[in-house]
Each structure stands twice: as C-alpha cells, then as structure tokens.
C-alpha cells in the first residue's frame, strides 16, 4: 500500500488509473480499521457515501471526462461541521445521535470538486479547547509523538493526516484550533482570513472568530482545498465578495525581498528554549531566501489572551442556549419545562464547555457588560490596530503558533488557565480576523514537532501561502 | 474574590444549567482566577477606543447586505422533526407549561 498521499500524487496516480478512487478509499479505511481503535481520530465513518463519490469519480475516469481539482481525495471532517445523514456530534453528549439534514457549504464545495469524505473526526466539546482532552468520547493520540496531545480543539483532524488515515482534513479555528494541532502533529494547517470560507453548516461556537480551513502534508494542499471552499456564499452573509485569488499560482511567486516583521512580543517569557531554538533557526532561513526580516512591535499581544476569553465565551453563552432538549439531541425529562432544560443541559454538556458558560454569561450580565464584554471589544479593537499599524510596515508577521510543544495526555487537565495561556501566539489573529498558517519547523531533540506561523494582512491569502510555501521547501529535515 | 457561590448560581439559573454541589464550587474557584486574569485589561485606558463589534471592514461588510424576502423551496421539515426527543405530528411537544 502507497503511503503519504499527497493530491498530487492522488491525482496522477487516478487519471493515469494506477488506483481508483474506490481503491484509494478502500486503503484508509482498511487503515483506519487497523489504528482507530489506538488513535481514537474517527468518531464516525461513512463509507457508504464516500464510495458513492469514489465511484462517480472512477465512472468520469473510464468515461474519459475531465477531472475536478480534488478527484478522489480521500479527506476527514471535523464534527463541528454539518454532513447530511451522517451523525455529527461537535465532541459532545449533547448531540451523540444528532444527524444533520443539510450538508455544511465546505463539504458541498469540497465533493463538487470531487473529494471523497471519509468520516468525521474526533474534537474537543464544541471546539472549546487546546488539547482534544475536552471530547465527550476521549482523547486523540498524536501520531507525531506518542503519549503526547494531538493539539486542540482540531486535533482528530490533525492526527488524520499526519497518522495517514487521509490526505487531507478540515477543522475550525476560533482561537488556534486549526494552527496549533498543525504545529503539535508537525503538518501544515491554515486558516483563511474572516469572511474567506463560508460557515453555513459550522455548529456554532463564536461567531465572531470561527473559521474553516484545512490541514495537509504539504502546503501547496493547504493551498488548494482552500481554494475550493472559498468564496461568497448567499447562505452565509458573513462571506464576502472580496476577490479569491489564484493561490497556486501566487504560492510559487518568489520571497525574495519579502518584509517579514518579528514582533518581539512573542518571544517572551513562558516561551520553551526548544520552541525557541527551532523557531530562531526558522527565521534564519528566511533570511537566507533573501527576506527582509525587521523587528516589530505590538504592544497588546499581552491583552491577548484576556480580550479571547471575555469574548469567546460570551459568544458561546449565546450560541450554546439552542441546546434545550427540544428540537434536537439530547432531552432528560422533567416535570416542567425549565427543569428539563436545566437537567438536559447539566447532564449533556462536558466541564469545559459548562464552564464557559457560565464565564460568558456572566461577562455579559447586568452590571458586569461594560466591565467585561465592552472593556474585551475595546481592547479588541487596540489588538486589530496593532496588525494594521504592523501591516503599513511589513508584508507578513511570522512567530511561533504555540510558545509550548506538544505536552504529555493528562498534563494540563486540571488547571483551566494555564490552558487558555498557551493559546497566546494564536488568539491575537482570531481577534483581528486575520489569516494565518501554521507550517512544520522542526522537532525539538527529533521529536517534539514545533509550528512556525505566518500572518498576513486581511485577505492576504496569497501572500502567506507564498512565504509558508518557499519555507517549506527550503526548509532541510534538521532546523 | 471576583465571584461568589451566589454569583454562580445565579449565573447557571440565567444559563438554564443545572449544577452539582461540587461543580459549583470547582467552577467558582476556576472561574475566579480567570477573572482575576482578565482583570488586567484595566490596566489599558480604552475611554476613547470605539469597541470593535464587527470583524469585517467596512467595505466588506456591504456584502452582508440583505436578501430579498422570497420564498423558497425547503424539503427538510421531515428530516428536521425526525431529530426531535418528542415530536408530534408537525410540532415538538414539551412539558406542560401553563400551570392552572
């Protein structure tokens, strides 16, 4: 069995039929069936849907017809994000029999271009959380380094790819949830800049910073499944018209003369000497590809973590009320109405996301907004000011995605803030809505994989591909 | 201390949550060192900053324009009731909430 797939190589190998699309699914699956059991990746499978497409992919094959950009891409997708007829349960008890009756735009776009879903991958609770620790049906192993965390809240996601059971993946970002499982399981990981990729279909954490986006082997992969979800969706109006470029074509474009600005804030204490190390190596290199490398400032970074946690959870607070054993999930029956409310909710909802809760309706409630939620969305708007005043500068922004590498299962579990402040180096582009990829930068002593992140200005896709990409294939196995 | 018992309990009563005895006082406890962390927002002077309540730029945001108010074909009312704990015919049934 062919292993490391790349779309590339599945597209090649499909049009000059060395393997069919049923072939090329049937082989992770059998994978999957091996390791899942250990790894934990799939919460659910759908193989009945997945040889559908696989076989309307290798009837164009034998028809001889033209093939679409993803034709017969096995990829996984993170179960915050809606498939129709096929269970999707955000990581959480609440919705364990939930079966959507619409597919997510992402998904739609992604089997129009001929990709082949696999199932649904593993996450924490509603995509609260930084470790996969949070899910209601376990943790993720990392396949990158075994017995640590996978990353969160994405990490099924990420461990899908970089454990081979797909080519590629989706996940959500709301505050590093695609960028730092990428970091943590040694793969590229991106997401797009708020607006770029519909959300229609994406449960909802907090509307204001999620995201989709992908993951991958390689970054000219990030490039392209990104290429197909991005665009205008009528069906969600946070979508924009904004032009979507040509990222394939843009990715190969020389860095030479590129500004990169290095803000000293994230190199600060709490930062590991080995992240540091591999990331102080990575900037070199970028030197070396002739890439004007200046420092920066921005002086909120450290207001960062603060601004995420007020605003995330109040969001959530709100979003999270849909979930009251009515019209779906899970229901525990009481005698009045608010009753059965308040047990549905206690009984379906895991300690994270109970947490948040009750954080972010307390943010917002009497007496306390102003001091709290307002005070967040003006210290908000002090951190997207920071990126502008950056961007009059240089061209793109690169730090660390995670001052920590991958730490051990069970490590953190117990202390919620020390959580939350690992987020650090992420949660600052969320808040400004901008993108941002996290690309392989080495393993701290060969096996702890740290994650170099590129932002760029708003809808400056392009560019951060383009940089990520020239790093990628400059970077030699041992910075 | 940022937050009390009694502010938590009124917070799960406003979020319909039930919580246990032991939750409440381990949440208490977690979520007042976060709140204590939070609290250096205060040291920014944000008085004349105009809170950011939009992501996207003003001339993206002229894309979220509204649509016309047409109606049209959605065949997944089946599918929708089908999720339901308790569903009755086109309705969702709850328990009584009128007491007389």
Not at chain 1, 153 to 162: D, E, H, I, M, P
Not at chain 2, 56 to 76: G, H, K, N, S
């Amino acid at each position: 069995m062919t292993t490391n797939w790349t779309i590339n190589s599945v597209k090649e190998a499909i049009a000059g039929k060395k393997v069919s699309a049923r072939e090329l699914a049937a082989e992770h699956f059998k994978r999957i069936a091996a390791r899942n059991k250990e790894m934990n990746v799939y919460l659910t499978l759908c193989e009945e849907r997945a040889y559908a497409q696989a076989d309307r992919i290798d009837a164009d094959v034998a028809a001889g017809r033209a093939l679409p950009a993803l034709a017969g891409v096995p990829i996984a997708v993170k179960d915050v994000i809606s498939t129709r007829g096929v269970r999707t349960t955000c990581g959480s008890k609440i919705l364990e029999n939930y079966v959507p009756p619409y597919d997510a735009t992402a998904v739609t776009r992604l089997e129009a271009a001929g990709a082949v879903i696999l199932g649904k991958t593993n996450c924490d609770e509603f995509a609260m959380g930084s470790s996969n620790e949070n899910s209601a049906y376990g943790p993720v192993q990392n396949p990158a380094a075994p017995g640590t965390v996978p990353g969160g809240s994405s990490g099924g996601s990420a461990a899908a790819v970089a454990a081979d059971l797909a080519v590629t993946s989706l996940g959500t970002d709301t505050g590093g949830s695609i960028r730092q499982p990428g970091a943590f399981c040694g793969i590229p990981a991106m997401m797009g800049s708020y607006g770029r990729v519909s959300r229609y279909g994406l449960i909802a954490f907090a509307s204001s910073l999620d995201r989709i986006g992908p993951f991958a082997r390689k970054v000219e992969d990030v490039a392209a499944v990104l290429q197909v979800m991005a665009g205008r969706d009528p069906n969600d109006s946070t979508s924009t018209t904004a032009p979507v470029e040509d990222y394939t074509a843009e990715m190969r474009k020389p860095v030479k003369g590129m500004k990169i600005g290095i803000p000293k804030e994230y190199f600060g204490e709490g930062m590991d000497s080995g992240v540091r190390e591999k990331i102080t190596a990575g900037i070199e290199l970028l030197r070396k590809l002739g890439c004007q490398v200046m420092d920066i400032q921005m002086p909120h970074t450290d207001y960062a973590i603060a601004t995420y946690y007020i605003i995330a959870t109040a969001e959530a607070s709100s979003n999270l009320a849909r979930y009251d054993g009515v019209r779906y999930g899970l229901r525990q029956e009481s005698d009045t109405l608010v009753s059965t409310y308040r047990k549905t909710r206690g009984a379906g909802f895991g300690a994270e996301v109970k947490r948040r809760i009750v954080l972010g309706t307390y943010v917002l409630s009497a007496g306390y907004y102003d001091a709290y939620y307002l005070k967040g969305q003006k210290v908000r708007a002090l951190i997207a000011q920071d990126f502008r005043n950056a961007f009059q500068k240089v061209d793109v922004i690169v730090t660390p995605t995670s001052p920590v590498p991958p730490f051990r299962l069970g490590e953190r579990t117990n202390d919620p803030l020390q959580m939350y402040l690992a987020d650090i180096y992420t949660v600052t582009g969320s808040l400004a809505g901008l993108p941002g990829i996290s690309v392989p930068c080495g393993k701290i002593c060969g096996k702890l994989p740290v994650g170099l992140q590129v932002f760029g200005p708003a809808f400056g896709e392009a560019r951060v591909l383009q940089l990520a990409h020239a790093f990628e294939e400059a970077r030699g196995a041992n910075i | 201390m940022k937050i009390s018992r009694h502010d938590v309990l009124r917070v799960a009563e406003l979020a319909y949550l039930d919580l246990s005895e032991t939750e409440l006082e381990i949440y208490r406890a977690q979520i007042d060192e976060i709140l204590e962390y939070i609290g250096k927002l205060n040291e920014l002077d944000t008085a004349k900053v105009e809170p950011m309540a939009q992501v996207l730029a003003d001339d993206q945001t002229a894309d979220a324009t509204l649509r016309e108010d047409v109606v049209t074909p959605c065949a997944v009312a089946e599918d929708i009731l089908r999720q339901a704990p308790d569903p009755e015919g086109p309705y969702f049934r709850v328990p009584k909430v009128i007491e007389r």
